[in-house]
């Protein structure tokens, strides 16, 4: 009885959760914030597009983290790789050779599973596991009848088996087929850009260790599976960046210093740009991969996937396994001469990574609130009644916001829209705005909630009442409390700079 109701109850919480991941993905759609790709051919898995606020929230997420990592620091450098590398870049790092992922097929309904993923969800932790491993593992799940088909519930499933995740193109080699020998590769991750340029930065640059190098691009995976919307995604951009310090320093502990000082920064900027604390965790790997020597990930709750702490952002410690392996393939050496202490050796690195999209869907998991706004009213006949009413609000830090300012004229009276086109086009200067002059006042203050515009300006007929004591002043009205405050037209811009300063 007991253990029915907790079954029922854990399905009940299953269907609230894939209710609000459907939910906001549908939102995100008519809102123009992310689309299916090739959607009129019937779409393409693990894909997406980004739509006019999709695009300018990315924008933003993105130049916040090169404030933060390149502006407000002096020793991290910008840096813009190419996806196309040197097909050896991807021999050297090892990817080549074993960038896989365990899968498992459904032999009924052919549907595909990451094997490591379908252990997690029974608790048993493979990241980083042989193939031999998660077999053997998932052959107790198969005796204990508890191995089944995500989608079609049938036992009959394959093996596990690797998977390589490298994407291949024929670049270079247009009439060939992708043989081993003329495959070009996409790049899976950005960093191997920074380890190629590392020393034209040194020889262009001069920067003196400890230096990071930071870049924003995309990389391609073949994941096995991509069903978590933007979580996980075939094409996604990354935002990596890798610093550079020489391990052999006698005053203290370099590298346990360095490490912890980038985990506390990254953790502060997420708190810094209004992530809920309580959503975010480290989880610490205790299987490293063959290059790492400490590696932890900044997880977020996501409410929209399950409500479950998922891998927003790795942190991890590289050693000089990146750079003794580029020596090695290439040739050149990649050493690098202390004139301080007279020593030569190859730095070693520690890397920050996030995924774009990841942060984009914290933010928006973070930020997305329906409010209820049903108050006490009375209605027709004297009495009091409840007025239902609710909205949908994306309460975004105002940096991250696509759109700063919206400029809206009370009614569709002319001269009031020409003074709301003047205000507008002046803001627009400066801010993102929107002008907006279509439906009723309140519906459009909805649709500026939803895309978390922090700030609304509203054009009435007291600003253009020249009798009126708010002749020429307008309201600016609060995303996040819904009050609003009458200033000065004249006052507008120093008004909302002091928002943004
Ligand atoms: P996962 O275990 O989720 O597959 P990973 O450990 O392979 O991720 P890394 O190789 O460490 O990820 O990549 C660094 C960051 O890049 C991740 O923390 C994540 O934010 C982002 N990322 C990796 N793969 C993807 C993907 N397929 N789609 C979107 N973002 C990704």
């Known amino acids: 009885m007991e253990s029915q109701k907790i079954q029922n109850n854990n399905q009940d919480l299953k269907l609230q959760n894939e209710n609000l991941q459907n939910e906001i993905i549908s ?25 006019h606020y ?83 593992e998932l052959d107790k799940l198969r005796v204990d009848k508890k191995l089944i088909c995500e989608k079609c519930g049938s036992s009959d499933l394959t093996e596990a088996k690797v998977f390589s995740l490298m994407v291949k193109s024929n670049l270079g080699s247009p009439t060939d087929s992708l043989s081993e020998e003329n495959v070009m590769y996409l790049r899976p991750e950005t960093c191997g850009g920074i380890y190629l340029e590392y020393k034209n930065t040194i ?28 979580f996980r995604t075939r094409e996604f951009e990354q935002m990596e960046m890798q610093y550079f310090f020489n391990p052999y320093l006698e005053n203290g502990n370099v590298k346990e210093t360095y490490f912890k000082n980038w985990q506390d920064y990254r953790w502060n900027f997420y708190l810094n740009y209004g992530i809920d604390q309580n959503r975010l965790k480290w989880y610490k790997h205790e299987k490293l991969a063959h290059y790492a020597s400490d590696a932890y990930d900044i997880e977020y709750k996501y409410k929209m996937l399950g409500d479950s702490f998922k891998e927003l952002e790795g942190i991890h410690q590289r ?25 030569r050796f190859l730095p070693y690195i520690m890397e920050t990574s996030v995924g774009v999209a990841r942060m984009m869907l914290a933010f928006i998991d973070n930020a997305y609130k329906v409010e209820d706004l049903s108050k006490e009213v009375i209605n027709e006949n004297g009495e009091k009644v409840i007025k239902q009413d609710s909205r949908i609000v994306m309460k975004l830090d105002k940096r991250l916001s696509p759109i700063k300012v919206a400029v809206l ?19 627009s200067k400066v801010y993102m705005c929107e002008y907006d002059e279509s439906g009723s006042i309140g519906k459009r203050y909805r649709r500026q909630d939803e895309i978390g515009t922090p700030y609304i300006i509203t054009i009435d007929f007291d600003t253009m009442d020249e009798t009126n004591i708010n002749f020429e002043t307008v309201t600016i009205r609060d995303r996040d409390s819904m009050s609003q405050e009458r200033i000065d037209i004249k006052s507008i811009k120093s008004y909302i700079r002091s928002k943004f300063d």
């Open 319 to 343: 050693g000089d396994w990146d750079l003794s392996q580029h020596s090695k393939f290439s040739g050149v050496d990649l050493s690098y001469f202390d004139e301080e202490s007279k020593q």
């Open 27 to 51: 939102f995100l759609k008519s809102r123009g914030f992310v689309y299916p790709s090739s959607e009129i051919y019937g779409g393409l898995s693990g894909v997406y597009d980004y739509g």
């Open 409 to 427: 004229p009370l009614s569709k009276k002319e001269n009031l829209q020409n003074k709301a086109r003047e205000i507008y086009k002046e803001l």
């Open 203 to 230: 020889d262009s640059l001069h920067p003196k260790l400890p230096f990071g190098i930071a870049q924003i691009g995309k990389a391609f995976r073949n994941e096995i599976t991509a069903k978590q919307f933007v």
């Open 54 to 136: 999709g695009y300018l929230l990315i924008k933003n997420i993105k130049d916040a983290w090169m404030k933060s990592m390149i502006q407000e620091r002096d020793d991290v450098y910008a840096l813009d790789s190419a996806i196309f590398m040197h097909k050896n870049t991807w021999i050297a790092s090892g990817h080549v050779a074993g960038f896989n992922d365990p899968q498992i097929d459904c032999k009924k309904c052919k549907f595909r599973m990451r094997a490591d993923h379908t252990l997690e969800d029974f608790g048993i932790s493979a990241d980083k596991q042989s193939i031999e491993w998660i077999n053997a």
